[in-house]
T-cell receptor
Framework: DTGVSQDPRHKITKRGQNVTFRCDPI?????LYWYRQTLGQGPEFLTY????????KSRLLSDRFSAERPKGSFSTLEIQRTEQGDSAMYLC????????????FGPGTRLLVL | GESVGLHLPTLSVQEGDNSIINCAYS??????FIWYKQESGKGPQFIID?????DKRQGQRVTVLLNKTVKHLSLQIAATQPGDSAVYFC????????????FGSGTRLQVQP
């Protein structure tokens, strides 16, 4: 257990519905990442926060996806109008303060869009 | 739980043997490399990392070797145990300002008792 928690662990939704996932980082980890992982593949970068600022977004992050990190603590990832292709594991990872590079991952949220 | 990596390359070893998992990377600008272990239904778990100014780093039962000339990374696990069975991913980060990791496709390690 890395100390990074994600909620929910599993989500089943119907196509067209909106879903929101939450990540609670290790205390004082100021850098936070979201990744998406499909079966048989490594995680793919979605977006990155340093404190509350969203500093980088992947082209994978379509306009149906939005992420926030109010107050620089927990983060949420919302997917609007879900599509079957959104079915994946959504992973959150965090890094301690400056000088470190190791990303510590949470357990992920498994999304299934029917 | 649901399997991670249903069609990944698989390395099968006997318990007690040493395992070597290989990874090729493509970005010559990468300056940081990391190995993760991922068990079914769980997030990736950090194993060991190495910076590009090193060619070898050892941890507990694990060693990472970096060959920048051929852009190759390997993970050696000594005295492999059944609990080492998982999917292993290498990842790299380029020193270009981009802060995200780029992951390889993974290798499934199966340890036979």
């Amino acid at each position: 257990d890395t100390g990074v928690s994600q909620d929910p662990r599993h989500k089943i939704t119907k196509r067209g519905q909106n879903v929101t996932f939450r990540c609670d980082p290790i205390s004082e980890h100021n850098r936070l990442y979201w990744y998406r992982q499909t079966l048989g593949q490594g995680p793919e970068f979605l977006t990155y926060f340093q404190n509350e600022a969203q500093l980088e977004k992947s082209r994978l992050l379509s306009d149906r996806f939005s992420a926030e990190r109010p107050k620089g603590s927990f983060s949420t990832l919302e997917i609007q109008r879900t599509e079957q292709g959104d079915s994946a594991m959504y992973l959150c990872a965090t890094i301690p303060r400056a000088g470190r590079e190791t990303q510590y991952f949470g357990p992920g949220t498994r999304l299934l869009v029917l | 739980g649901e399997s991670v990596g249903l069609h990944l390359p698989t390395l099968s070893v006997q318990e007690g043997d040493n395992s070597i998992i290989n990874c090729a990377y493509s970005n010559s600008a990468s300056d940081y490399f990391i190995w993760y272990k991922q068990e079914s239904g769980k997030g990736p778990q950090f194993i060991i990392d190495i910076r590009s100014n090193m060619d070898k780093r050892q941890g507990q039962r694990v060693t990472v070797l970096l060959n920048k000339t051929v852009k190759h990374l390997s993970l050696q696990i000594a005295a492999t145990q059944p609990g080492d069975s998982a999917v292993y991913f290498c990842a790299e980060k380029a020193d270009t300002g981009r802060r995200a990791l780029t992951f390889g496709s993974g290798t499934r390690l199966q340890v036979q008792p």
